[in-house]
């Protein structure tokens, strides 16, 4: 049992119900009116700002712009969640209740089925503080002192105590995106396909609100059919009282609910994921539905046929959708932290390529991009707009993940819906990935441990005019003598084979073992390479566990933490979190609390002085 100790004033003793069998959902009474009264125990639903049933408008659109410029208006997206300013407060329900809605674990921050005692001030207080970062916790910092800092001891998510025998986990973990096969007609091999399924650690199930499927991420229509009407009566039983279903766990599984409008989306996770990491992903995947059919073709869909079947216009798409669901199962860092990675680059070379991007500018380029190897390199766009992550990451994983698109070889134009920048219509992309043969460019072909391509490289050109291919296709050949003549495309193929640094790289002699870093200006991050402490995919996964342990840690809590410390028998590990940066790093277990925080702040002293390499700041505006 995990314990918890945060500088929150006196002690708040809750129960500790992660090591008990979660009760069933209650019966549903014969007198469903008295639930719309005071009596009624509030499920997980929740009345939050922006996740409610009629919000059609996905909370993840509401992030921060890719660059500099802010959308104005907008929230802060923290976590799956639509706030402003500060957090919001999460409800408190009474014991009686904890059963009812879901059992949580002890390392969800959100979670109030939980121990959190204090300590004295002799042993957490704010002297603890400077001791842990050194100089780095100003006078200033130390006001309100409830929000400074937060210790942990944990069992270790390397253990057997949160991820059962690891062993077993990483052999099932292995096969976790293999296909299942069909069930034959005459049902022969139905004892060893649902085998199959039920050994999955993770699914995705999207339903109409009438209860029709239409993706699963896993399994046929003859495999989920039954599971998808226990599902649907189990969402519609809250929403006949206005109290939608949010999450709730059920054995080792938990159970994420995402409502919007005439969509249902759920995600099934055994794998360490809270139900804020869960929500965000379910978010994408309904961005992933908005990017191909539009919110007002979606909706006029249902309103004239509610019994519509989804899958006929989505038809051809279920790939992306599966991508997607496959980079969340593997773990993604952008997601977690509703960021974009981007390649290291001198400032001066990106300059360089800006400056490119702006003199080979046709009048009919809304936004263009050069990605490399699914890293942003650089941006050009309009003076007062900006591009949002959630629309930057559906482009990405049709691109560098689905592979659809690259596998086709050439130029590509497709039409698609960017829901952060207008979710009512089409905009149009031209798609280029630099060849040899073609561009004369040496681009290295060979995949990674990750899955993704060393060496590709991809023009992305947005434009609103549907009749502007030959003209971004010319931009796009001047785009590439220009940057042939002044040296950019040799200077992005050299970073691109550097890959990412390792810790010691950064800084010699190191403690951590990996990283993640986030300009929460600029909206982007960097980290770390995986090498050679998590070089399996089953290892990375783990990490990236850890890491959304961290950010549920910080951001979930109703007066946000600063710091947050945690150690367990296999690793140490601090999230801090400032007005400029997250940090969220790991090291061994034996590393001492000072020799992390030291680590810590070197690292972020070496980003502060490496910030125009890390991040691309402004983009080339016109």
């Not at 096969?181 to 396909?193: A, F, H, I, P």
């Not at 046929?220 to 519609?236: F, M, R």
């Not at 992550?389 to 130029?411: I, Q, R, S």
């Not at 952060?420 to 681009?443: H, I, K, P, Q, W």
Request: proline residues 5%; neutral net charge.
């Amino acid at each position: 049992m995990a314990n918890n100790t945060s500088q929150e004033g006196s002690p708040q003793l809750k129960p500790d119900t992660s090591e008990e069998t979660p009760p069933p959902l209650p019966p549903r009474p014969e007198n469903l009116t008295f639930l719309a009264g005071s009596g009624r125990p509030q499920s997980s639903a929740g009345s939050v700002k922006g996740t409610q049933r009629g919000s059609l408008r996905p909370s993840l659109l509401q992030s921060k712009a890719t660059t500099a410029l802010s959308l104005e208006g907008s929230g802060q997206y923290t976590h799956g969640e639509t706030i402003s300013g500060s957090s919001t407060p999460s409800r408190q329900p009474s014991l009686a209740n904890i059963g009812y809605n879901y059992m949580r674990s002890a390392s969800d921050v959100d979670d109030t089925a939980s121990i959190r005692s204090a300590v004295p001030p002799s042993e957490s207080g704010v002297g603890d503080v400077e001791s842990l970062l050194g100089d780095v916790v100003t006078e200033r910092d130390q006001t309100a002192f409830e929000s400074v800092a937060s210790v942990r001891q944990d069992p270790g998510l390397f253990e057997e105590t949160l991820f059962g025998d690891a062993a077993e986990l990483e052999k099932e973990f292995e096969t976790e995106l293999d296909e299942i096969d069909e069930l034959k007609t005459d049902g022969s091999n139905q004892e060893s396909v649902m085998k199959a399924w039920r050994s999955k650690l993770k699914h995705y199930l999207i339903l109409s609100s009438a209860g029709k499927p239409i993706y699963s991420r896993h399994g046929d229509d003859h495999l989920i059919t039954n599971y998808i009407g226990i599902i649907q009566t189990i969402i519609s039983f809250y929403n006949s009282a206005d109290d939608p279903l949010r999450s709730f766990t059920a054995g080792d599984a938990r159970f994420a609910i995402l409502s919007r409008g005439y969509l249902n989306l759920v995600a099934i996770s055994r794998l360490h994921e809270s139900f804020s990491e869960l929500r965000a992903q379910l978010e994408a995947l309904y961005m992933q539905i908005l990017s191909t059919l539009t919110l007002p073709n979606m909706e006029r869909m249902f309103s004239s046929r509610p019994s519509t079947d989804l899958r006929r216009p989505l038809q051809g798409t279920e790939s992306l959708l599966s991508a997607l669901a496959d980079g969340f199962t593997r773990g993604s860092p952008s997601t977690l932290l509703s960021a974009l990675e981007c390649l290291k680059l001198r400032k001066a070379h990106r300059n360089a390529i800006n400056n490119t991007l702006l003199k080979c500018r046709t009048p009919s380029l809304l936004y263009g991009l050069i990605v490399a190897n699914g890293r942003l390199v650089s941006v050009v766009r309009p003076k007062k707009h900006s591009l949002h992550p959630g629309d930057l990451h559906l482009v990405f994983n049709m691109l560098f993940e689905a592979g659809g698109v690259k596998a086709g070889g050439g130029e590509n134009w497709i039409p698609l819906c960017l829901p952060g920048f207008n979710n009512t219509g089409y905009l149009y992309m031209y798609v280029s990935f630099l060849s040899a043969s073609r561009d004369g460019v040496e681009v290295e072909e060979r995949r990674t441990a990750d899955g993704k391509g060393e060496g590709e490289v991809a023009i992305i050109f947005i434009s609103a005019n549907k009749e502007g291919f030959f003209e971004l296709r010319q931009m796009r050949n001047d785009l590439i003598e220009q940057m042939s003549k002044n040296g950019s495309l040799d200077h992005i193929l050299e970073s691109v084979s550097q890959g990412r640094s390792s810790c010691t790289d950064i800084l010699p002699g190191t403690v951590l073992r990996h990283f993640l870093y986030k300009s929460r200006s600029n909206v982007q991050y960097c980290m770390s390479s995986y090498d050679p402490f998590f070089s399996t995919p089953f290892s990375r996964r783990r990490l990236l566990s850890i890491y959304g342990d961290l950010h549920a840690q910080l951001h979930s809590r109703p007066v946000r933490l600063k710091i947050h410390y945690t150690t367990s028998t296999s690793y140490v590990a601090l999230a801090w979190s400032s007005p400029v940066f997250e940090l969220y790093c790991v090291a061994p277990a034996s590393t001492s609390r000072a020799a992390l925080a030291q680590a810590a702040t070197a690292l972020v002293n070496w980003a502060k002085r490496s910030e125009e390499r890390l991040f691309l700041i402004g983009g080339a505006v016109f």
